[in-house]
């Protein structure tokens, strides 16, 4: 597999992938995908727009992520300073980068393609700070938890509650910049 740069076209010519493997991850419904598929789209034309992928060998999507400079007007920026105090919307989201989708097709998952999504993500991340939601779980048994607390993410809100949907998540956050680590841990990025 080879961790790529992913350009706004990249990422649109590789729509239906992307909802693809956003589903299968998330285990969502596919009226639900129809919806997320919009979004998705336009976040390409958003200030500060940095997206990844990791492809097979034989070119098939095994994972993406992407995020932009959060800033008020925004939907997701805008219910998360709605439920921070003003010293935490100060730290938080004065300049922030939002990661707004990291996800891995189930049968990669595992693998590290995460965390090496991730690691790239935050290196090309321009902000003080980074932003993520995630849903609630127990942090023990959560590949997704394990990996946000192994890059030192910190609680910002819990149990935060996001208009239409039932479940309850966390706002994760950390400084930027994150400092470099062996080489070994590199992200090998291939296109930037």
Request: glycine share 10%; with cysteine.
């Amino acid at each position: 597999m080879r961790l790529v740069a992913w350009q706004p076209d990249d990422l649109l010519r590789r729509l239906d992938d992307v909802v693809a493997v956003y589903g299968e991850a998330m285990g969502y419904r596919q009226e639900l995908l129809q919806t997320r598929r919009g979004y998705i789209g336009a976040h390409v034309r958003r200030q500060g727009f940095r997206a990844v992928a990791t492809l097979t060998t034989d070119g098939r999507l095994a994972g993406f992520g992407y995020g932009y400079t959060s800033g008020p007007g925004q939907w997701w920026h805008d219910q998360v300073r709605s439920a921070l105090d003003e010293p935490a919307r100060e730290q938080w989201l004065s300049d922030c980068f939002e990661v707004v989708e990291l996800h891995v097709r189930p049968a990669a998952q595992g693998h590290g393609v995460g965390a090496r999504q991730l690691r790239a993500l935050l290196a090309m991340a321009d902000g003080k700070s980074v932003l993520l939601s995630t849903p609630e779980a127990d942090e023990q048994r959560s590949r997704a938890w394990r990996l946000y607390r192994r890059f030192e993410f910190v609680d910002v809100l819990r149990d935060f509650l996001f208009p239409g949907d039932e479940r309850a998540f966390a706002i994760l956050g950390r400084d930027l910049p994150v400092v470099d680590r062996p080489a070994e841990d590199s992200p090998g990025i291939v296109g930037i």
